[in-house]
């Protein structure tokens, strides 16, 4: 079992900013995809912002334009940078990881292959 840790997260005010970040081992694949979703109770699982295994971008319309993914410095890392917050991006945040994953990996969650445990991000109007 891969283990993805993830940090950041927490609460904050409508329009503010928090950065999550992940990792998975470096030892895993080479060419990993690496995603972010969340998840609201009683919601559906989102896709928000995902780096595929290719190095290609995408993001969740609701998003785009106030999240940035990231690769960090070490391999198989990534953080998301969220500016101008809003209540509505209040939920369950996730990393997940993918080996070898390309296009539009957002909604196709079932295909990663690891998990971290979830963080959690609150706005407050």
């Known amino acids: 079992q891969v283990h993805v840790e993830e940090s950041g997260g927490g609460s904050v005010d409508a329009g503010g900013s928090l950065t999550l970040s992940c990792a998975a081992p470096?030892?895993?694949?080479?060419?990993?995809?690496m995603a972010w979703f969340r998840q609201v109770p009683g919601k559906e699982r989102e896709g928000v912002a995902a780096?595929?295994?290719?190095?290609?971008?995408s993001y969740a319309p609701s998003v785009k334009g106030r999240f940035t993914i990231s690769k960090g410095s070490q391999k198989n890392t990534v953080s998301l940078q969220m500016n101008s917050l809003k209540p509505e991006d209040t939920g369950m945040y996730y990393c997940?990881?993918?080996?070898?994953?390309?296009?539009?990996?957002?909604?196709?969650?079932?295909?990663?292959?690891?998990w971290g445990q979830g963080t959690q991000v609150t706005v407050s109007s």
């Open positions: 997940a990881v993918g080996a070898l994953l390309i296009g539009w990996v957002l909604e196709r969650a079932r295909e990663f292959d690891a």
């Open positions: 470096d030892s895993y694949y080479n060419n990993l995809a």
């Open positions: 780096i595929d295994a290719d190095g290609q971008i």
